[in-house]
T-cell receptor
Framework: RKEVEQDPGPFNVPEGATVAFNCTYS??????FFWYRQDCRKEPKLLMSVYSSGNEDGRFTAQLNRASQYISLLIRDSKLSDSATYLCVVNRPGTYKYIFGTGTRLKVLA | DTGVSQNPRHKITKRGQNVTFRCDPI?????LYWYRQTLGQGPEFLTY????????KSRLLSDRFSAERPKGSFSTLEIQRTEQGDSAMYLC?????????????FGPGTRLTVL
């Protein structure tokens, strides 16, 4: 099983749709979780940290499910500008390493 | 601009040559990471510095790779005797290291092409 796993997509959704991505992780002791957004040929940019209680930032909601070992990202009212690759990141306990998933590609269609 | 900067942005080299990349982190960020990213993959951890100390290094980093952060500010990544498989985007990220969670801010990357 991969340490951090994401569905690569692409997810093609119409403008205004709600879309959700999941990311599973293998180490139950992981404590730090993030979602990053990466545009084509650009660097990753932090979208949001994921807290145990879940957190929301505008149209974006992140949740952590420790029992099933996954994090999720929900995007409401999708915009064309949301088209990007969404990377989940999880720490490897006992190390300074952060493990990135391969990313989920989102295309929002007009 | 007070973000993470990397130089050069692009590097084309011939197989067997040595290359060196530089990363300038956000001022006063004491944590610095190097990653490598290839097409269709997420960034892959290479090494981590806390101030000037290199505290972790990936096993993926062969002895041809070396990184330094001599004064705890900028960092360099050197690849000796480059191979075509080294072609990738090399990303640097810094973090303030003042919170329980380690939010990393990435530079624009150096794209390496080995011919």
């Amino acid at each position: 099983r991969k340490e951090v796993e994401q569905d690569p997509g692409p997810f093609n959704v119409p403008e205004g749709a709600t879309v959700a991505f999941n990311c599973t992780y293998s180490n139950s002791a992981s404590q730090s979780f993030f979602w990053y957004r990466q545009d084509c040929r650009k660097e990753p940019k932090l979208l949001m940290s994921v807290y145990s209680s879940g957190n929301e930032d505008g149209r974006f909601t992140a949740q952590l499910n420790r029992a099933s070992q996954y994090i999720s990202l929900l995007i409401r009212d999708s915009k064309l500008s949301d088209s990007a690759t969404y990377l989940c990141v999880v720490n490897r306990p006992g190390t300074y390493k952060y493990i990135f998933g391969t990313g989920t590609r989102l295309k929002v269609l007009a | 601009d007070t973000g993470v900067s990397q130089n050069p942005r692009h590097k084309i080299t011939k197989r067997g040559q040595n290359v060196t990349f530089r990363c300038d982190p956000i001022s006063e960020h004491n944590r610095l990471y190097w990653y490598r990213q290839t097409l269709g993959q997420g960034p892959e951890f290479l090494t981590y510095f806390q101030n000037e100390a290199q505290l972790e290094k990936s096993r993926l980093l062969s002895d041809r790779f070396s990184a330094e952060r001599p004064k705890g500010s900028f960092s360099t990544l050197e690849i000796q005797r480059t191979e075509q498989g080294d072609s990738a985007m090399y990303l640097c990220a810094s973090s303030p290291g003042t919170q329980n969670t380690d939010t990393q801010y990435f530079g624009p990357g150096t794209r390496l092409t080995v011919l």
